[in-house]
Nanobody, 115 residues
């Protein structure tokens, strides 16, 4: 079994910064891809950023230039550095790992940006 746990959400003023972390643990042979998604109540989950299975990075247009994804392979951990936060970045953020051909989601962490 694999567990995925996020941390780092919170309340921040517009223009501020937050860093999210996500760690996968358990019976892991290889992590093929890692992504951050976000979701508002009653809305579909949307891709924010990620490391694809081709080992490239991808970003949603709405966060390019403000958010940066990074990782520590030794720790099976992925980060999302968010700067220049806007009220419209208020969502629950989820991390998504593809491990040994199976998909795992974290429990989500709330990010709230006040104006």
């Amino acid at each position: 079994q694999v567990q995925v746990v996020e941390s780092g959400g919170g309340l921040v003023q517009a223009g501020g910064s937050l860093r999210l972390s996500c760690t996968a643990s358990g019976n892991i042979f290889k992590i093929y891809a890692m992504y951050w998604y976000r979701q508002a109540p009653g809305k579909q989950r949307e891709l924010v950023a990620g490391f694809t299975s081709s080992d490239t990075t991808t970003y949603a247009d709405s966060v390019k230039g403000r958010f940066t994804i990074s990782r520590d392979g030794a720790k099976n951990t992925m980060y999302l550095q968010m700067t220049g936060l806007k009220p419209e970045d208020t969502f629950v953020y989820y991390c998504h790992f593809v491990v040994d051909g199976r998909a795992y989601w974290g429990q989500g962490t709330q990010v709230t940006v006040s104006s």
